[in-house]
């Protein structure tokens, strides 16, 4: 049960950071758009279900706020937890360097705090694979885990595609699972769409980030749970809400779908259904 209240938190301490970002980044009155956005995103419902992506969005975002300020030793402890959430969160720590790198201060100053902050977030990380190498003797068994348990292994992205693709017209397959990778189709292309929208604007720290974390999802022996990943992606609510900043039915456009599938995610969802 404790799970629930942590990721009630959690996501209220993200949506408040969320807020901040949009609004000195986006302009006036994108703070709340932004906020809109993620809590109506399609995979809102593990914005309060005992899943991981609230706790890291509680750090990623607050990372990101202090990182794009300089101020690098507060980035530290969010990013910290936000590693601390799941070993994925090493692509946020990609996506932090290269921002740092953007930013072209290479001072003795900014080089000494810039790596303290990312030696202190990777920690969790290597205290994890620390833990696996003790008990298990291999400090990468969670991979081993996903190959024996969800048949899933790295594999080159075109047999990945072609994969998820054969999964979707499979007739032997239960209906909700060939809706669900029709969906992971779909938001593989989201989420290739707003990276490639973050390069043309050169928000290279941002496209660091969504980049490395959809490449490892892309070449998985099926697209898996590349919808609910979409939803760690935060920078994707700061574009859409940067399009919509100054045109009123693109907002309601982004309400008019977004609103129905969050809806359907709740409902599927609690109903035990597969919902990515």
């Known amino acids: 049960m404790a799970g629930l ?9 993200a949506a408040r950071y969320l807020y901040d970002l949009a609004e000195t980044e986006v302009g006036e009155g994108a703070g709340r758009k932004a906020v809109l956005y993620l809590l109506l995103f399609p995979t809102a419902v593990f914005l309060i279900a005992p899943y991981s992506e609230p706790l890291f969005l509680a750090g990623a975002v607050p990372a990101f706020y202090y990182a794009r300020r300089r101020r690098w030793l507060a980035v530290a402890p969010a990013a910290f937890v936000a590693v601390a959430a799941r070993p994925a969160g090493v692509f946020l720590l990609i996506g932090l360097f290269v921002e ?17 902050a990312l030696f202190i ?19 990468f068994a ?20 072609l994969t998820t693709i054969r999964f979707v017209g499979e007739p032997s397959l239960d209906p909700n699972f060939r809706i669900a990778y029709a969906g992971e189709l779909a938001a593989a292309a989201v989420g290739i769409a707003f990276t490639s ?10 496209a660091a ?18 919808p609910r990943a979409l939803l760690s ?21 982004v309400l008019v779908v977004f609103a129905p599938l969050a809806t359907l995610g709740v409902i599927t969802f609690t109903r035990w259904l597969w919902f990515f």
């Open 197 to 206: 929208l973050a390069l043309s604007r050169r928000l290279w720290g941002y």
């Open 142 to 161: 969670f991979l081993s885990d996903e190959r024996v348990g969800w048949l899933r292994e790295f594999k080159g992205p075109i047999s990945a595609f």
């Open 233 to 253: 992606l935060f920078p994707i609510v700061l574009l859409v809400a940067s399009f919509t900043k100054e045109r009123g039915r693109a907002h309601d456009l």
């Open 5 to 13: 209240p942590i990721s009630a938190v959690a996501s209220l301490v």
């Open 121 to 139: 977030a990777v920690l969790p990380l290597m205290a994890y694979l620390t833990y696996l190498w003790v008990i298990r003797g291999d400090p």
């Open 209 to 226: 980030f969504m980049g490395s974390t959809l490449a490892t999802l892309l070449v998985s022996t099926h697209y898996f749970s590349v």
């Open 100 to 116: 740092f790198l953007d930013q072209r201060d290479f001072s003795r100053k900014s080089l000494l705090r810039v790596g303290a």
